[in-house]
């Protein structure tokens, strides 16, 4: 399934509640590329639907991932095509991302393309399915988007690029982001994503060392350990050379896994 995660976080989309829009009439007739153009949406539905068609089981931890995060990426994530070959990807409050697709395959019925930096797509009807690429997870073919309406998708782009999660913001440093967080009373220890990271892992991760000692400060947790492995900040700040976030967190009594009791 690790292969299938950056696929996935690339690809899920905000909004498949509304992203079963009937063609317009002129779209009906209109050739298989033309009909490719505007905002796509991870259909979550569709894609759960497919996950238990599968003919064979998937993998418990494969599956359990995949759900994961189709729940966590249909929150911010679109595609929109444009002719001559362009498709923008907005991914929740990162500036959008200009690509290009390239059309592999084309007749009456379905079209295949490429797109840059995602992988293979075969769109049939309002439904555009990923193709897994040779040796991944065939679980990955249960990747499955529907248009969603433009007017819908900008209000959607909007929100997300105006809104700031404090996990985000203390990866990428934003100090004014995480103080108006704190000052809100925002959950500082909350965990999130696959590996159950706070935001004081995020900080560190990236190397974040005025956002870490905003944190820390602030009287986030020390020791809460990362759901996927139980390293603590002092672990990873270690691990990972970030000498002055660990000497912060040594300062402030801050421990390692291997001190801390084991939780029953």
């Not at 203390?170 to 004014?176: F, I, P, R, T």
């Not at 892992?201 to 974040?208: K, L, V």
């Not at 005025?210 to 986030?220: D, F, K, S, T």
Request: glycine share 10%; with cysteine; aromatic share 4%.
């Amino acid at each position: 399934m690790k292969k299938c995660v950056p696929f996935v976080l690339a690809l899920f989309v905000l909004g498949c509640e509304k992203g079963n829009q009937p063609a317009s009439p002129e779209s009906t007739s209109a050739s298989p590329e033309h009909q490719l153009i505007g905002y796509w949406t991870l259909d979550a539905q569709k894609s759960l639907k497919a996950l238990e068609s599968l003919p064979e089981s998937p993998d418990s931890e494969e599956e359990e991932e995949f759900r994961e995060h189709i729940g966590q990426a249909a929150k911010g994530l679109f595609l929109n095509f444009s002719k001559g070959g362009k498709v923008v990807s907005y991914e929740f409050d990162d500036p959008a991302k200009d690509l290009t697709y390239t059309v592999v395959r084309e007749d009456e019925e379905a079209l295949s393309v490429k797109i840059e930096g995602i992988g293979n797509f075969l769109m049939q009807g309002d439904t555009l399915q990923m193709i897994p690429p040779e040796g991944a997870p065939g679980i990955m073919k249960c990747i499955l988007c529907s248009r969603i309406d433009a007017e819908e998708a900008k209000r959607h782009i909007e929100e997300a690029q105006s809104t700031k999660s404090i996990h985000r913001a203390a990866e990428q440093g934003d100090l004014e982001s995480l103080k108006k967080h704190i000052a809100a009373g925002a959950d500082i220890n909350s965990q999130d994503g696959r590996d159950g990271e706070t935001p004081l892992h995020r900080a560190i991760t990236r190397g974040q060392t005025a956002a870490a000692r905003l944190l820390i400060e602030g009287g986030c947790d020390l020791n809460i350990g990362r759901k996927k492995d139980g390293d603590t900040p002092l672990d990873m700040a270690e691990g990972r050379g970030r000498t002055e976030i660990a000497a912060l967190l040594r300062e402030k009594g801050a421990k390692k896994s291997s001190d801390l009791p084991p939780i029953k």
